[in-house]
């Protein structure tokens, strides 16, 4: 993989976490409840943090990086994506964000079957696990709220 196919590559994610940021801030002042306003505000700052530091890599070249994945509990996968509504409950927005994860990370897996280039594979599974990790954060949000029994 060349210089130009890492940039090409990096501008896409970049340009995704700045798509799911927008997003987030957008949901944040949409909202009407309290609570739900600042977990959106909470995954908009997350997905600019996550966008500096791919820029970071981006800008100094770091081909070469590794970010630890998470366990899949496959919580998202059980869950239908609500629709994002002035008047959302905390567990909806929950849930919106972990099904918003969950997409990320099949795009990437998927990316990286369609290239038979090693980098390029390593790259997209790299890139999946950063979403893997959120995904599993929003997991654990999402079963403490939902079954507030398990605390």
């Known amino acids: 993989m060349d210089n130009r196919e890492f940039d090409k590559i990096m501008e896409q994610t970049i340009e995704l976490e700045k798509e799911a940021y927008e997003f987030y801030r957008n949901a944040a002042e949409k909202v009407t409840e309290p609570a739900v306003k600042q977990l959106f505000a909470e995954f908009a700052s997350e ?48 849930a919106l964000a972990m099904k918003k994860e969950e997409e990320a990370v099949k795009t990437y897996s998927s990316l990286a079957t369609f290239t038979s280039d090693p980098e390029k594979q390593r790259l997209y599974h790299e890139l999946a696990q950063i979403g893997e990790k959120r995904k599993a954060r929003m997991e654990a949000l999402y079963t403490n709220a939902a079954f507030p029994e398990v605390w």
């Open 47 to 94: 997905q600019s943090l996550s966008k500096e530091q791919l820029e970071e890599l981006k800008a100094n070249e770091v081909y070469d990086f590794d970010f630890n994945g998470a366990p899949d509990f496959k919580v998202s996968e059980t869950v239908d994506s609500p629709r994002l509504s002035t008047d959302m409950k905390p567990l909806d927005a929950i």
